[in-house]
């Protein structure tokens, strides 16, 4: 992937298309959750040598003076490109500002300083039912709990790279599965020198034998070094006598099979109580549990085969096969607190005694079923009132908004932000969060429409006096998901038809404003695994025509309707309540299907019906969008194992496909990054023929802010921004120059 570092002058053109600056490069390179349709953008922008005075408090890892964000539209290349991934382009904090534009001399002005207090309210569009990431995975969800909430390790912004954040440190070795057992001085799995145990696991061979540890091979033995699982940064600790095993006594060597997490001694949670191994542990065992509603994150843990709390502070993972994800899904484990969510904990009668005695009252020797733990899971008061382990803590949650204030006892106050509120306020309809921004109710409207950001509202004195504007590129797609199990969607013909009759380049041209990219694959377009050579579907009703004839649909009784076994062609378009996307580009699509004899009636739901009736299937079709990581595994998303709806998880619309589940799965086990990609671009080849959606657009996000806060900077990941990072320069009202209040 081309990755460019842009500056103003020499290195960079800068020119303005439509309103919008792109900044074009001169010079040589420098070394995915859901949503509806209607986000995405990115911003391209220069560096400033002023611009790391303000990182500090706002980073959750020491961040750089620049990040990458997401990406500026690129070229199509040439027939034949198997990959072309967009550049990565930096943004210089506040580069939308106007108080931080550049001068005659295009100089850009220094920031002002940072100040400690205040609030800060930013829109959202929906409100999750909990904020139990476990069992709500809307990336609302995920967006509020950045802030008030931790994981075991978190993505550089610039970088992509995993940096300790609960976790000091990891290690990741590898598992030999022997044919045969070797020499008693083998490792077994806790690491440690002794005989070597069997593994659960079989092969050609039978039960195999399993050595753990950092295995290199010399083409004749592969030499394997146990690690002391109790020492943090264990590379030196490595065993003095390296072990070798011939290759030829070896079944298989999976790499990265065994990964152990080193925590931090300085943690709590909110409520005061250490943070340690078993909160881990119970974290991750929600996900075995089938009571508890988390199908939507289950395929990324099922792979692993057991969790060991070795000390208070030291757990340890383990795998039976190399998985490319392993090491990232751990880390990004929703955390639990297991005093107030394990019914075993010791310490668990003590936070919720009603529930412990009212069960004992009726068995005086109970103890805990699985179904009993995962109901509890399930309906805990503190999926609405969350105990977390961030520097900011929830406060008040209703109807109209969610608010956390700063917490005092975060483990990392330098990294804990410098506003002292965050409110995320509730408004559904994009007029009204319009107005609302004018009026100063909200500081931050990260959703205006291209006809808002170029037209009268953007370039209005009520806007301009107290708002400026800008834009950036996210990797979030939007799409329409077809229920497979309903006539006629279950007919690839039909699909392939269907995709073929929304106007993609009208919507881009007339909605967009060009400002988007029409994709072709659920992997992020920022992401080498992203396949550019994929030809994106154009509007062309006459190949539409003849695609649904073949399948037998046309209008056999002169009613302008299509028909089929005495069935006219006519379903529903399912939306999410409030998204004036969806409505414009659902009624665009509704108006080009009626041409062709095709009635679709588009039905308006609020978020969490619209959410439980893709989960059980109860639609034909769904306008959606999905927030995708830097690389996606489609396991959830398109492995038959998820396409029955009793299943749960987010494969919904009922694809199968035995070519498909294979490719999955060979992506999953494949850990060379090149062969990985390889695989993920068949792969999308194969399922944007299949059409299971009708991929749309990963458009700008445009959004308004208020002129008073200071420190935005577009970031690679989502929500491609940090709160932590904001702030009211010095001397604001409200205001004060240290953190202590």
């Known amino acids: 992937m081309s990755i460019r570092t842009l500056a103003l002058g020499a290195a960079a053109l800068a020119v303005v298309v439509g309103g919008l600056l792109l900044i074009v490069p001169r010079g040589p390179a420098s070394p995915q959750t859901p949503i509806a349709p209607g986000a995405p953008g990115a911003p391209v922008t220069a560096a400033s040598a002023s611009t790391a005075t303000s990182l500090a408090p706002g980073a959750r890892v020491s961040p750089p003076t620049q990040a990458p964000t997401s990406t500026r539209p690129p070229e199509r290349p040439a027939e034949g490109v198997a990959s072309q991934a967009p550049e990565l382009v930096p943004t210089d904090i506040d580069f939308f500002h106007p108080a931080h534009q550049p001068g005659p001399d295009g100089k850009r002005p220094a920031l002002p300083t940072p100040a400690y ?123 003095a006598t390296p072990i070798r095993v011939p290759v030829a006594d070896v079944q298989s060597l999976e790499r990265g099979t065994v990964i152990t997490f080193h925590l931090r001694r300085d943690v709590h949670w909110q409520d005061g109580e250490p943070f340690d191994a078993s909160d881990v542990a119970f974290s991750f065992s929600i996900y075995s549990n089938p009571r508890v509603r988390c199908d939507n994150k289950r395929s990324n843990y099922d792979k692993v085969r057991s969790c060991e709390v070795l000390d208070p502070y030291t757990v340890r993972f383990t795998l039976d096969q190399a998985q490319f994800k392993a090491l990232g899904n751990l880390a990004d484990l929703f955390l639990l607190p297991a005093h107030r969510y394990d019914l075993s904990d010791p310490d668990h009668a003590r936070f919720d005694p009603e529930y412990v005695a009212s069960k004992r009252a009726a068995n005086p020797s109970w103890t805990p079923t699985a179904d009993e733990q995962g109901d509890y899971v399930n309906e805990h008061p503190n999926n609405r009132t969350p105990i977390g382990l961030g520097p900011y803590r929830v406060t008040q949650w209703n109807k109209d908004f969610l608010e956390a204030e700063r917490w005092d006892g975060y483990f990392a106050p330098e990294q804990g932000g410098w506003f002292d509120t965050i409110r995320w306020r509730l408004i559904e309809n994009d007029n009204t969060a319009n107005e609302a921004l004018l009026a100063g109710e909200i500081d931050f409207n990260e959703r205006l429409r291209a006809d808002e950001y170029f037209g009268e509202f953007t370039q209005s004195k009520a806007f301009t006096d107290r708002c400026y504007k800008g834009y950036l590129y996210a990797d979030a797609y939007g799409f329409v998901a077809w229920n497979l199990a309903r006539k006629p969607f279950a007919d690839v013909r039909v699909r392939q038809a269907l995709g073929r009759l929304f106007d993609y380049q009208g ?90 004899g095709i009635r679709a009636h588009i039905t308006a739901n609020e978020w969490s019906l619209f959410q439980e009736r893709c989960v059980r299937r109860d639609f034909d079709a769904a306008a959606r969008g999905w927030v995708p990581p830097p690389e996606v595994d489609p396991d959830s998303l398109f492995h038959s194992r998820w396409a029955k709806p009793e299943v749960g998880g987010s494969n919904f619309c009922g694809f199968a496909d035995p070519e498909v589940d294979r490719l999955i799965e060979a992506g999953q086990r494949e850990i060379d990054d090149a062969e990985r990609y390889a695989i993920w671009r068949e792969l999308g080849r194969r399922i944007y023929a299949a059409q299971p959606y009708v991929f749309l657009f990963n458009p700008a996000r445009k959004f308004g802010l208020n002129k008073s806060i200071r420190g935005f900077q577009a970031l690679r990941f989502d929500p491609n921004y940090q709160l932590r990072r904001w702030y009211f320069p010095a001397g604001t009202p409200g205001t004060r120059a240290t953190r202590a209040r």
Not at 536 to 557: M, N, V
């Open 117 to 239: 207090g205040g609030r800060v309210i930013v829109r959202t569009d929906l409100m999750p039912p909990s904020l139990n990431y476990a069992l709500d995975g809307a990336a609302v969800t995920r967006r509020i709990l950045y802030e008030v909430h931790e994981t075991l390790a978190v993505a550089d912004f610039a970088t992509g790279e995993l940096a300790p954040d609960l976790a000091a440190s990891w290690d990741v070795e590898d598992s030999l599965f022997l044919k045969r057992t070797v020499s008693p001085g083998a490792a077994d799995e806790t690491g440690a020198a002794g005989e070597t145990r069997a593994a659960d696991q079989t092969g050609a061979a039978g039960a195999l034998e399993r050595l753990v540890g950092v295995v290199t091979c010399d083409g004749e033995h592969y030499e394997l070094r146990a690690r002391d699982p109790h020492a943090p940064g264990a590379g030196a600790n490595a065993t």
């Open 507 to 596: 919507v881009r041209t007339n909605y967009y404003r060009d400002q988007a990219i029409q994709v072709t694959g659920v992997q992020p377009v920022s992401s080498p695994a992203y396949d550019w050579s994929l030809e994106p579907l154009t509007f062309d009703p006459q190949r539409a025509d003849e695609l649904l004839t073949e399948a037998g649909w046309y209008d056999r009784d002169g009613d302008g309707l299509r028909d089929k076994d005495g069935e006219a062609f006519e379903f529903e378009i399912t939306i999410n309540t409030g998204s004036k996307t969806s409505e414009v580009l659902m009624a665009r699509f509704q108006e080009e299907l009626a041409k062709q």
